[in-house]
């Protein structure tokens, strides 16, 4: 089973390991196209801007990108980008699920937390894309999960 999910997600390999996936989830215009550009630009590599199709395999869930949107991003200000070959990843287990909110709605020392999706508990993070620390935050995010 295949759903369609109104996110944006990005691949990180965390000290040499293979990709894995973060899922940016938010309302329109919320900055999930920016923080992943901000990623990419850092190494990461884009694996759907805007809708990401998610399924489970085993005991990962992967995404990837609905074929109409392979390769694009949008660019706010700019337009709709293709992004080049070394920028793209075609599918990643999801690794973790990045909920955008603005700074006043995050807690300083948040508890852990995880979400159900297709059967398999992952590990969420609330987080604020416009941040200057916002990609390195989430870089050490990912590092602990690959860790623990």
């Not at 159900?116 to 969420?124: A, E, F, K, N, T």
Request: charged share 25%; aromatic share 2%.
């Amino acid at each position: 089973m295949t759903v369609l999910v109104h996110a944006t997600c990005v691949a990180l390999r965390p000290r040499g390991r293979t990709w894995r996936a973060i899922l940016l989830r938010g309302p329109s215009g919320a900055g999930k196209s920016d923080l992943a550009l901000r990623l990419i630009e850092g190494g990461a590599r884009l694996v759907a801007d805007d809708q990401t199709e998610l399924v489970r395999r085993g005991n990962s869930v992967f995404a990837t990108a609905p074929a109409r949107i392979a390769g694009l991003i949008e660019a706010r200000g700019v337009g709709i980008v293709r992004l080049a070959r070394d920028q793209l990843v075609a599918r990643a287990p999801v690794a973790l699920l990045v909920d955008l909110a603005p700074p006043e709605r995050l807690e300083r020392l948040p508890e852990p937390a995880h979400e159900r999706l297709l059967g398999l508990d992952l590990p969420v993070l609330m987080l604020a894309p416009f941040e200057a620390s916002a990609s390195a935050k989430l870089r050490l995010a990912l590092a602990r999960i690959a860790v623990a």
